[in-house]
């Protein structure tokens, strides 16, 4: 069956610093891979998607990376502020392009003023 | 804001009660999933998805757990005979079609069974 593991221990980062998260998986050949924020007693909200195709993405302080070689995929947050402390998942879609996805059991990130 | 709501924020039952959670959709959104998290662990656990009113998939989950989609984008999760276990945060998430990727979710309702 599908696995996904991502850093198990929350990160502790200081402030201004790049935070890096990683998402491995097994057993699958996903389509894209997603990566979603939730907060304490939260609904995941929607952060990036990067395809199988694509190498990288970014959004403002965000940058995804896919390597479909590794089964790997690295989440970065620069310079990181203490509102950017929350849980990241990845999530792979479970049959291509039907929205069913599986979550990884996300890293918690804690940035220190 | 996703534009997603969820009713009630929280509940509590007694093993073996049933019950209905609901769901506002986003306008638009013809799919809706629903989701299990156990609360404070873990990674959300599909249940199901609903589009167009009808059963698109299923996790594994047993036959007790059901839902229905309704035209005006709101839908319902039903659980019978509800068991301890069933106490989780139960997240509703739509998407504009069954193949589009992005998951909008709501705030969840959680759920206490005693």
Same mark, same amino acid.
């Given at each position: 069956?599908?696995?996904?593991?991502?850093?198990?221990?929350?990160?502790?980062?200081?402030?201004?610093?790049?935070?890096?998260?990683?998402?491995?998986?097994?057993?699958?050949?996903?389509?894209?891979?997603?990566?979603?924020?939730?907060?304490?007693?939260?609904?995941?909200?929607?952060?990036?998607?990067?395809?199988?195709?694509?190498?990288?993405?970014?959004?403002?302080?965000?940058?995804?990376?896919?390597?479909?070689?590794?089964?790997?995929?690295?989440?970065?947050?620069?310079?990181?502020?203490?509102?950017?402390?929350?849980?990241?998942?990845?999530?792979?879609?479970?049959?291509?392009?039907?929205?069913?996805?599986?979550?990884?059991?996300?890293?918690?990130?804690?940035?220190?003023? | *804001?996703?534009?997603?709501?969820?009713?009630?924020?929280?509940?509590?039952?007694?093993?073996?009660?049933?019950?209905?959670?609901?769901?506002?959709?986003?306008?638009?959104?013809?799919?809706?999933?629903?989701?299990?998290?156990?609360? #404070?662990?873990?990674?959300?656990?599909?249940?199901?998805?609903?589009?167009?009113? *009808?059963?698109?998939?299923? #996790?594994?989950?047993?036959?007790?757990?059901?839902?229905?989609?309704?035209?005006?984008?709101?839908? *319902?999760?039903?659980?019978?005979?509800?068991?301890?276990?069933?106490?989780?945060?139960?997240?509703?998430?739509?998407?504009?079609?069954? #193949?589009? *990727?992005?998951?909008?979710? #709501?705030?969840?309702?959680?759920?206490?069974?005693?």
């Amino acid at each position: 069956s599908q696995k996904i593991e991502q850093n198990s221990e929350a990160l502790n980062i200081q402030e201004g610093k790049t935070a890096t998260l990683t998402c491995n998986y097994t057993n699958y050949s996903p389509a894209y891979l997603q990566w979603y924020r939730q907060d304490p007693g939260r609904g995941p909200v929607f952060l990036l998607l990067i395809r199988e195709n694509e190498k990288e993405k970014r959004k403002e302080r965000l940058k995804v990376t896919f390597d479909t070689t590794l089964k790997q995929s690295l989440f970065h947050i620069t310079a990181s502020q203490p509102a950017d402390s929350a849980t990241y998942l990845c999530a792979l879609d479970i049959m291509s392009n039907t929205g069913k996805l599986i979550f990884g059991q996300g890293t918690t990130l804690q940035v220190k003023p | *804001e996703t534009g997603v709501t969820q009713s009630p924020t929280h509940l509590i039952k007694t093993r073996g009660q049933q019950v209905t959670l609901r769901c506002s959709s986003q306008s638009g959104h013809n799919t809706v999933s629903w989701y299990q998290q156990a609360l #404070g662990q873990g990674p959300p656990q599909f249940i199901f998805q609903y589009y167009r009113e *009808e059963e698109n998939g299923r #996790g594994n989950f047993p036959p007790r757990f059901s839902g229905l989609q309704f035209p005006n984008y709101s839908s *319902e999760l039903n659980v019978n005979a509800l068991e301890l276990d069933d106490s989780a945060l139960y997240l509703c998430a739509s998407s504009r079609d069954r #193949g589009d *990727e992005k998951l909008f979710f #709501g705030s969840g309702t959680q759920l206490s069974v005693l």
